[in-house]
């Protein structure tokens, strides 16, 4: 794992990244036959084409020891969280895996400078970054069991600030505490946005005793009473 910050992109962390990634990252079911939604799959292979290379994957990731105490995670340097969720998620970790992704701000500048003359284009590179992020994130993971299966840990359910239980400004305070961004250019907003925006921060707990992650990534999303991917949008176990 990673002893201090360090800034890494997972190996082929892109292969899966299609059409149909982007239309999902858009919000629209590829699989669904809407009528109108053969320009919206072109639209998304242009997108595809001409994005791609705007897409500037960078990763933070460190690897903090934990304790517990009533109520409360303790991790190294002093840092505590709270959050009953954050508790009850990482019981029985060791450690924890607190990373920050993000594709960078080209491609969001090309969707903004693209919208007057061709919107459906500019929603197309909007899901492009959307996916990618998305993409980038699961590669982060499936590394993290890769290197945990070695040690003969587990990693539980990837635990992103803003879920069910756990507030976007306490989350985001937390994990920009205990990684450093600077040398990937993410920068946390006091409303608790990252900048750029199509960045993703998430932390996992780490261990021998650990949770093992569901391949359920909706477990703790807030929106997953009323969103049409519910129960059907997570990845490999320890995905988000």
């Known amino acids: 794992m990673y002893d201090t910050a360090t800034v890494i992109v997972p190996p082929d962390w ?21 009528p109108g939604l ?35 995670v303790v991790f190294a340097g002093g840092s505590r969280g709270v959050s009953g969720a954050l508790v009850e998620e990482l ?20 969707a903004a400078a693209s919208f007057d003359g061709d919107p459906v284009l500019s929603l197309a590179l ?43 400004g306490e989350g985001q305070q937390l994990i920009f505490q205990l990684v450093d961004t600077a040398a990937i250019g993410v920068a946390l907003r006091e409303s608790g946005q990252m900048q750029p925006c199509k960045s993703l921060s998430f932390m996992a707990g780490l261990g021998p005793r650990v ?8 477990v703790r999303c807030g929106a997953r009473r009323t969103c049409r991917w519910s129960g059907g949008c997570g990845g490999a176990s320890g995905g988000l």
């Open 14 to 34: 892109q292969s899966a990244l299609d059409v149909d990634r982007i239309l999902h990252g858009q919000g629209i079911n590829p699989a669904g036959g809407a």
């Open 38 to 72: 053969e320009p919206l799959r072109v639209a998304a292979a242009s997108a595809l084409a001409v994005g791609v290379r705007l897409i500037e994957p960078r990763v933070a990731a460190r690897e903090v020891a934990c304790t517990f105490e009533p109520g409360a």
């Open 91 to 110: 019981a029985g970790a060791e450690a924890v895996l607190v990373a920050v992704c993000t594709v960078g701000d080209r491609i969001d500048r090309a």
């Open 126 to 168: 909007d899901g492009l970054a959307c996916a990618a992020v998305d993409l980038l994130a699961r590669a982060v993971c499936g590394q993290a069991c890769l290197d945990a299966e070695a040690r003969g840990w587990h990693v539980g359910n990837p635990l992103m600030p803003g879920m069910e239980g756990w507030a976007l």
């Open 211 to 218: 949770r093992r992650g569901s391949a359920d990534a909706c």
